[in-house]
């Protein structure tokens, strides 16, 4: 049988990743976070920005897959305000309890929390000062948010959004985003009609040197694990397609111009 007292652990990794617990600044407190070591220690950094159900093991999985790859990773809580819990699929009013999280954590603080998360993550040496944003559905929308209307050191060098789920009514309100982005939507999205992904797209790829991909038989949240949204075929494409796009894009490292690395 398992031992009650040991917590399993929520992610796993298959490179010598280690996990750190630090706090952002921002001037209402400080915003816990996880922030992922690659093997090297040395990587270009990128923040994740969490769904709707807060930072839950799918989250911090796909922070341990990218600090594999090379990335290192800040995983900040943006439910902090709100009591900062993560939503489960044991919880049987899952959906519901997220909406309501959701609702109650204030959305241009959190956005203003991501502007001062990649402020922060560019100051670790670690990173050489280059920090991107990939955010996963409720985390699509405010990454894309964040990304707007705003210059370096708080504009990401780049962003990945996953079926931004406030992106419909978003991008029509606030300025185009234009460093390099990379939006994936599933074309049988539940919350984000097709027509409406469209449109999106329209809007979107007027930044500067964009890439928009739908997924065809695809919902909403594709990429979560849980049986109710997984589109396995979907998932591994997307995310092989986000690393290919993120080398080019956002290398996790720089060749030394001297061909030393």
Known sequence: GTDMGVVPRMWEAKT???MTEVGVEVPDGQIPAKLFH????????????????????????????LADLGWTVLVPNLYWRVGGAAITEDDPAMMPHAMELMEANPWDATVADIRACVKALRTHPETEGRVATLGF???GGLAYAAASGVEAPEAPDALVSYYGSALPALVDEI???????LHHFGEADEYVPFAQVQHIREVVTQGTDVEFSSWPGAG???????????????SE?????????????????????????
């Open 220 to 234: 909403h949240a594709f990429d979560n694990p849980l049986q109710m949204f997984h589109a396995a075929m979907a």
């Open 137 to 139: 559905c409720y985390g």
């Open 237 to 261: 494409d997307a995310w092989r397609e986000t690393w290919v796009w993120l080398l080019e894009h956002h290398p996790d490292e720089v060749p030394d111009p001297r061909g030393r690395r």
């Open 175 to 181: 300025p185009v985003v234009m460093v390099p982005s």
């Open 38 to 65: 690659p093997e090297g220690g040395q990587g270009a950094g990128m923040v994740l920005v969490q769904e709707i159900f807060g930072v839950t093991p799918y989250i911090l999985q796909r922070a341990a897959d």
């Open 16 to 18: 010598g990743v280690t």
